[in-house]
């Protein structure tokens, strides 16, 4: 059975994957690139800019398993665009022409739309329905390979809570957001069901890795 | 100058440093002693109750930290007795006639009472006031030592948020508490006023520790 896996999501020592008030400008909010650093500075990171170069050290070693077996992504209507994206009919996501993804890829969102053809292998698909639901379109796709959800916070604690993750990596970054969407809200207990490591970078942040037991 | 220091300060993933529903018999609430668990099986948590034996890595020296240099410790009302031992005259704290403080200790609280002079050395004096306010009457008593800030998560947000922090350290539970209290809870930007690192430990918990920049 492919696996349902969640990587490189940054959450600050407060809990927070996403900042306050999330625009065109600044996609994270007012937490704006600082939960990422990390993983811009890895070769994986800077590849995704079309950039040489970057760490290959732990934040490395973490940062590509992203993309390894992965035949499918989920993701939350707050990832693919800012709010209101559902008005404006020429948003195409935020990552232009040749999105990263390479599989199919499905939004979750009421709003009907038809599918977006990207360049690169990428199409968006748009769909409603639970987890759950989500999660069986998104396997169909994935011809046999593992199924990424991709964020924000309210997705991947959304699959959380109905107990679909198979893997989750959660990257902690030593910033005190204070406000935004909190990952674990609603998640008393969860560490029962994963056997828990966590390890260090020199680039500051702890990889806190759940494996479901 | 002598340091504010906070030590062996445990949370929780999700940022809970006590459960909800602290009563008599469960100090922490529903988080029950899994906060702790990592302290106690150390040489200096099971000294604390009398046991020889208890490991001797990297969770013990973090955690004879909290004794070294020390002079005066601060708690809040909420460290010094479950709810409603303010209207209970027999009550003297959770530990006993002889403490494991050793130094004065000021509770923080509007209730008067005279001090409590116990075994040991400790003696716990009740005071109202500011942070900054009680931590000048703990420095004179703490003869030229540091000062600790006991906690709970109520307490060390108040000294964080006045700027009162030189050292803290913080040991994060893999756990998901789900409620309780928050210690990062309003303080945006506190990583800015401190170097931060971070240790894992085969207990599973990491070590986080703040040094005034």
């Known amino acids: 059975m492919s696996k349902v896996r969640v990587h490189n999501f940054s959450i600050s020592l407060d809990g927070f994957g996403t900042g306050d008030g999330m625009t065109l400008e600044d996609p994270f909010g007012h937490a704006g690139r600082r939960l990422h650093d990390w993983m811009f500075a890895t070769q994986f990171g800077r590849s995704l800019f079309g950039q040489d170069g970057?760490?290959?050290?732990?934040?490395?070693?973490?940062?590509?398993?992203?993309?390894?077996?992965?035949?499918?992504?989920?993701?939350?209507?707050?990832?693919?665009?800012?709010?209101?994206?559902?008005?404006d009919a020429t948003w195409r996501g935020w990552w232009g022409e040749?999105?990263?993804?390479?599989?199919?890829?499905?939004?979750?969102?009421?709003?009907?739309?038809?599918?977006?053809?990207?360049?690169?292998?990428?199409?968006?698909?748009?769909?409603?329905?639970?987890?759950?639901?989500?999660?069986?379109?998104?396997?169909?796709?994935?011809?046999?390979?593992?199924?990424?959800?991709?964020?924000?916070?309210?997705?991947?604690?959304?699959?959380?809570?109905?107990?679909?993750?198979?893997?989750?990596?959660?990257?902690?970054?030593?910033?005190?957001?204070?406000?935004?969407t909190r990952l674990w809200e609603g998640l008393e207990g969860t560490e029962e069901r994963f056997a828990i490591e966590a390890v260090t970078s020199p680039s500051g942040v702890v990889h806190l890795t759940f494996t479901r037991r």
């Open 54 to 87: 970057g760490g290959v050290g732990v934040d490395q070693a973490f940062a590509e398993r992203n993309v390894l077996g992965i035949g499918a992504e989920i993701m939350g209507a707050g990832k693919f665009g800012p709010p209101g994206w559902q008005e």
């Open 98 to 180: 040749d999105p990263p993804f390479h599989t199919p890829v499905f939004v979750m969102t009421r709003h009907e739309a038809e599918p977006m053809v990207m360049e690169g292998g990428t199409t968006f698909h748009f769909v409603a329905g639970s987890p759950k639901e989500v999660l069986d379109l998104a396997r169909q796709a994935a011809g046999g390979l593992d199924v990424r959800v991709g964020g924000g916070p309210t997705t991947v604690r959304g699959f959380l809570e109905a107990d679909l993750v198979d893997e989750l990596h959660v990257v902690q970054v030593p910033i005190v957001l204070g406000r935004g």
